[in-house]
Structures are given as structure tokens and as C-alpha cells.
């Protein structure tokens, strides 16, 4: 009898929290939609009517003959709205209802859309954020077990922190990499399906995912030379040679596989495939090329940890290797995960012509470490040309080497420093702050100005000077600190997609080959510098640092100390210090006033989704914070 009531009890107890996660997720999902539909426009924020005192606000929705009633919608800089409290649904009959469904808002507000959603869009949509709730759940189910695992290793090693543990217990890079699993549980900011996955299976979302720790097989399959495209930086010899240097082991057993099979190492490439796209999608897709003696799945393999992309893996090995960024043919937030052929031509090409600046610009190397992309492969049909089969196998190789540290700096994946501790649940950006022991608010101020400075002085340099625009967001920026908490330099990945502006860097002597294929958008601009300069912006200061200003502001009570002030001041800073370089007045004047007064676009991605991607580069414009922030 006890143990069938111990068992019941442990059953309700299993149920409720259930239950509390699926609440959980669904408000997280709500306050991701709120934020989104009103940062946008497809609400109009101007319509909302608020309450004298406090945060309660009012949406009417005329065609609809209904009234959205927000109990707790905080405005924030940069037109941000965050829901905090509960959503209810007022009828004519004024009856009301309390929202606790996103797929319930979705069709409550769909009528009132400042656009026509394609006829499948709103569908797509729920169906998405649905799943990314379900997959939501599943991560913050693991995330308390892990945290309680590092709750206990921390104190037995007597260690004052989470990244003071992190440093002393593990080599650099597998530190650097935990981090970066460790800061994929939150997602974009503004992906209103940030987990969406509805191809996977629990059971696969699970064990593939960063954010459950996976570790991950990757198959080192072959593909004929004459049937590949390679792109390579200027240090780098041959394909084979450069994979030999870099994984021996699996040069050696693959080299091995082959010759078994009757055919020459040297007729073939080593081509890394992630195991579920071997599995799932390669070898059916990809039969013919099999058959024909174009492709060859077999092969070792390798257990490699998946950073924050899903699909770009780092070699689970004491001694660092290189990433490996491959494709996956899954739909994650809404988009299917290719490496198209312009990753592969121009991540090298952007890597080469970065670091040929670096070498010359001493003042933005002290500041700027990039991850490399030193080689590339693609599919390539050797009579047509071809490449757009090759989006599904392709790889990319990133070099390691800044994250394996001599100069005792730590490299934390800035949407590490946003999600929270295993200790305290605080934001693991608090740990670092603290670490002199003082949170006080000309600290915070000093940490939050230092960090600043640290992202837009090389940022902005390389592109008012060169045209070269980093997508430095939380998930491709890593932030190096020293021992005493304090951020030193930017480390930067992912150029396949940089855009860059040809007339600056060639103005200054540089040159770099463009990539141009039909159908393939272009990331090297001639005639336009909006495009590129609507990158630095979207990624740098909305996704990034807009998000580590709110971090901070609803962390810290920081009266008189405005963030955003502080951000003007250091973007002042730094335009000023730039001026005497610059092409010409003109230009310094156009600029300066994009980034402090003028509104920020940003990527329009909820409506994109609606609208099923007929547009890829739709964009909206917010409230410039620093506008009024003198």
C-alpha cells in the first residue's frame, strides 16, 4: 500500500510539473508573439490604448468586434514591448476570456494583421510554434537535471562560480564549447519559433540538440575529386593534405576504408556528413551519385560536440580541431539548415581578406579575433557546373585556434551571458560582473560601457572603413574576458553570409572575388551600403547589445545610469576616432546619423514566416533608443 502511494504521489508530482513546464513554455511562446507582431507592425503599436497608471493596455480589434486586454505590457527602448502578465480576449457581449494558448492569439489577431499572410502561413506558423513549444519543454526538463549535475560538481571542487569551474576543469576549447551548449536553450530573440524542429522526433531533438549537451557522430564520408568545388584560404596547400594535418587519426582509417574497398585515396576527398543527414536524407537523395561511384557514405566517424548553430560541429577531442559547419536537411526555426554554395566560396575569400586587415590594422586586431574559415567543399557537377544539389553536401571548416587560450581569457558565446546560471539562476553576464565583488551601479555602468566598446570599436571600424559587416548577434559573437570579469576582445564567426561594400575595402587597396549564381542572393554590394549597414545594425545593436542593455536594466536597479546612454556615448566614441579615415565628411555625416538617430531596421521574420518566404530580406524599422538618449 505504501508503495503503490508513493508511487501515485510520485506520479502527481510528475504531472504538475509537467504542467508547469507547458505553462512556461506556452507564456514564453506568448511573449515571444506579443513582442514580435508589435516590433513589426502587423499590430500597430500606436493603437493600443494604456492605462493612466501602471502597464495595463487595451488593443482594439475592430474587425473582430473584440478588445485584447494586456494586464502587465512593459515598454521598453528600441519598441519593445514585453508581455508580463496574463492576455484576455473581450468580446461584444463584454464577456471575457483569458488567452493561454498561443495558437489562440495567432487566430484572435490574424483579421487585424497589417498584411495578407500566404494561405498556408498562419497555419505554418502555429504548426511551428506548437512544436518549439514541445521541444521548449523537453530542453528546460534536461536544463534542470544538468544544472543540478554542475550544482554538484561545482561544490565539490569548491570552485566560486560556474566559469571559474568550467575554466579549471576542462582544456579551453571543450570549456568554450560547454558555454556555447550551455547558451542554447533561450534562441533568437525575435524568432517567434525559436525551437521549431517538426521534422525531429523527441527522441532526435534530444539527442542532437546543443541544448541538451549532445554529442553528435559525424560520418567522414568520400567524394570524387573531379565531382567537388574547392575553395581555400592562401595558407592552405591541398584538400587532402590540409585534412591529413588536421585529423590524422581519421585520415589514416579513412584512406584505410577506401583502399579495402578497391578504390585509391587519391582519386577521392574526405567528405564529413552528419550522421542524421547520412541517415535520413543523403542516401536516399543522393542514390544515384552513390551508385554511379560519385559519392561513397561509407567511412569512420567522429563524436563531435553541435554548437549553438545545430549544425556546425567541434571534434570532441582533448587536443582542439577544427569546427565542421555542414548542412542538415531539417527545418529548424523555420528554415531548412542547406550550406549553399555561397558559404563555401566566400567564407574563405571573406577570412582571407579579414585577416589581410588585421595584419595591417594593429589598433582593430588588439581588439578583433576572427574564427577562420580556411576550406570549403561543395558537390559540383564537372560538365555543368552545377551546385545547387551540392547545398546538401557541403562542408565548411573553421578553425579552432582562438578558442585554445595562453593569455588566461575566457571565451563565453555572448547568449551564454544571457541565460542562467546553474547556481543562482541570475544570468551568467552577473557571475562575471561580480567578480570583483561589487554590483553597485557605477559598476555595472563601467562593466556595461566596457563591454560596448569592446563589440563596436572593431565592429564598426571594419565596416566604416572597409564595408566589412560582421552578423555579430548572440549566437556568432564571443566575448574573450580576462580573470577579473572584464570584457577584452571580440571573437567573431560565420562569414559565408557576411556582406561587405566593394568600393570602401577597394578604396584602401583590398580586393575580394564575389560570389554571383541565379537564384542565390548577393552579400558583396557596388552601388548600395544600406544593405550591409542594416546587417551591422540588426545583428550588433538590436539583437545584441539592445538585448544585453534589458539584460542588465531588469537585473540591476540602475537609477540615473541609463544603458542607452551609455551606448551613444561609446558609439560618439568611437565615429569621432574614426572621422580623419573616413572616405569623407559626407559619408561620416550619413552614417553617424543611421546608427544615433535615424530607426534601426531589423529582419522582419514573423512576417517573412506568414508570408512563407517570398522575401527574404524584409525588414521593418524600430525606435532608434539612442536617438533621445543625450
Known sequence: MDKRMSSSSADAEAQARAAQLWLAASRNALERLVRCLFA???LVPDALLWARNGNQAWLPLWQSRRVLHFTDLRRAPAGTLQNRGSVEVL???GARYRINDPADLIREVVPALAISPASDGVQHLIRDVEDSMRNDVLARRHRERWSAEMRGKIAATGARGFLVYLEKSLPPHLAAMTLDQWGALEGHPFYPTWKAKPDLSPEDVTALSPEFGARVRVRIAALRKEWSYVEKMPHVGSYSEWFSQNFPELWRDWAAGLSKRGKSPEDWLPLPVHIFHLENFARREFASEIASGVFDPDGPEIVTLPAMSFRTMLPETQEPRPFIKLPVAIWMTSEQRTLQAKSIHMGPRLSTLISDILSKERDISDRLEIFTEELGAILHHPVTGDEHPGRFLSVVYRNSDALTRSDGLLPVTVAALLTASPIDGRPLICELIARNGNESVAAVSAFFRAYVATVIRP???????????FEAHQQNSTILFDETGRPRKLLIRDFGDGRSFA??????GHHLEPFTCKGILPTTFDDDISLVRSFVIDACFVCHLHEVA???DEHYVLPGANPWRLLREETEAVFEALRPRMLSDAFWLGERKAF???????RSVLRMHLERYRDYRLEHELPNPMAGAE
Open 40 to 42: 513589426e507592425r502587423l
Open 91 to 93: 468580446n461584444e457581449t
Open 459 to 469: 565592429t564598426l571600424a571594419m565596416y566604416l572603413l572597409y564595408g566589412i559587416a
Open 503 to 508: 568600393p570602401l575595402f577597394r578604396e584602401r
Open 550 to 552: 534589458l539584460c542588465l
Open 596 to 602: 544615433l538617430e535615424r530607426p534601426w531596421p531589423s
